[in-house]
């Protein structure tokens, strides 16, 4: 998946600002408003291991989602619109490149449907993008999960399930590159 390593978990509160978010955008996607929320709490705290710290930042999202604030609310939605939409043509992130790579198997029907989705969805959710852990998972039942989830039209229930799925790509992440 990546060439770099991971920093012994221990380590992080006495890496440079630069190395945590280098970190942060390794495990999770290039966000601002995630290193703004989440520095001061590496920098701060020993974490176990790297799970453990995925969990602390679940946590901090999860906070986030059950705000009354629009600030909050807001911030959330930036940190998980840092995810690329599913079957975009151009991924920044090395690691969504790899782990969205069977989504660009197919044909150009079902590539328009994903797409058609991806629209729909954000209509549904406004400032929210469908962020799911794709783990081999063909298209079709991506397609299934996408429409069950627009159908819910829960927008609550889909931030905790977006927090959920980003969260078990960061573990993942660390699972694969620290292998």
Do not use: W
Request: charged share 25%.
């Amino acid at each position: 998946m990546t060439t770099q390593a991971l920093p012994a978990i221990s380590t992080l509160p006495s890496l440079p600002p630069a190395e945590i978010t280098a970190i942060l955008d390794l495990l999770f996607e290039p966000s601002p408003p995630l290193h703004d929320l989440s520095l001061p709490v590496l920098k701060s705290t020993t974490f176990p291991s790297y799970p453990t710290l995925i969990a602390a930042i679940n946590a901090q999202l999860i906070a986030l989602a059950s705000s009354t604030a629009s600030k909050d609310i807001e911030t959330l939605s930036e940190i998980l619109c840092a995810h690329p939409r599913l079957g975009e043509k151009k991924v920044d992130s090395e690691q969504s490149r790899a782990e969205q790579a069977q989504l660009n198997k197919g044909g150009q029907e079902e590539a328009e449907e994903l797409k058609r989705l991806n629209n729909v969805y954000e209509e549904t959710f406004p400032g929210l993008r469908y962020v799911v852990f794709v783990a081999g998972r063909p298209r079709p039942a991506i397609m299934e999960n996408m429409k069950s989830r627009i159908a819910r039209n829960d927008i609550a229930a889909e931030r905790v399930e977006a927090i959920q799925a980003m969260c078990d790509i960061a573990a993942d992440r660390a699972q694969k590159i620290s292998d």
